[in-house]
């Protein structure tokens, strides 16, 4: 099991933390978005990775 603790845990939070704000801001249906939300939260590094090739990004303002 991979354990990130530390310097590395506190990145990956914040880099999950700006995915979920990225996500919720999209213009992906709500069903869409509840799914992406939930990959990023049960697998914070995969889903981040995941995410950044395939995942909604926030709408430009």
């Not at 914040?14 to 801001?25: P, Q, R, T």
């Amino acid at each position: 099991m991979l354990e990130i603790s530390g310097l590395g845990g506190l990145i990956l939070l914040i880099l999950d933390i700006w995915a979920i704000v990225s996500i919720v801001g999209s213009s992906a249906t709500t069903g869409r978005k509840v799914l992406w939300v939930l990959l990023v939260l049960i697998l914070p590094l995969i889903g981040f990775i995941i995410w950044l090739i395939a995942g909604p990004r926030a709408a430009k303002v």
